[in-house]
């Protein structure tokens, strides 16, 4: 599985941004596909993830603010993120989980920067 994101960038605190990542190869037949992110010395955490069913599991800083939703035909999530503040600031990785036995893979990551 290859996953290619695109977005990402830099944005004033308030302004928003868009990320998509598409998946490749041989995707699993019940997944979830989304984003964590990664500040300087922060441990890794979760922004979204949607399955391909639809529903959406959101992490708390995202909630209200990030939207993620799906295109199952062309196995790609997008990530709308609004209201931007400086601690979204972050890597954010793409992941896509296989979920009958939660093995994953990850993208290379694409960097956000959100100035006060």
């Known amino acids: 599985v290859q996953l290619q994101a695109s977005g990402g960038g830099l944005v004033q605190a308030g302004g928003s941004l868009g990320l998509s990542c598409a998946a490749s190869?041989?995707?699993?037949?019940?997944?979830?596909m989304g984003w964590y992110r990664q500040a300087p010395g922060k441990q890794r955490e979760l922004v979204a993830l949607?399955?391909?069913?639809?529903?959406?599991n959101y992490g708390d800083p995202a909630k209200g603010r990030f939207t993620i939703s799906r295109d199952n035909a062309k196995t790609t999530v997008y990530l709308q993120m609004n209201s931007l503040k400086p601690e979204d600031t972050a890597v954010y990785y793409c992941?896509?989980?296989?979920?009958?036995?939660?093995?994953?893979?990850w993208g290379q990551g694409t960097q956000v920067t959100v100035s006060s």
């Open positions: 190869g041989s995707i699993f037949k019940l997944y979830a």
């Open positions: 949607i399955n391909n069913g639809g529903t959406t």
């Open positions: 992941t896509i989980k296989n979920l009958a036995d939660w093995s994953d893979y």
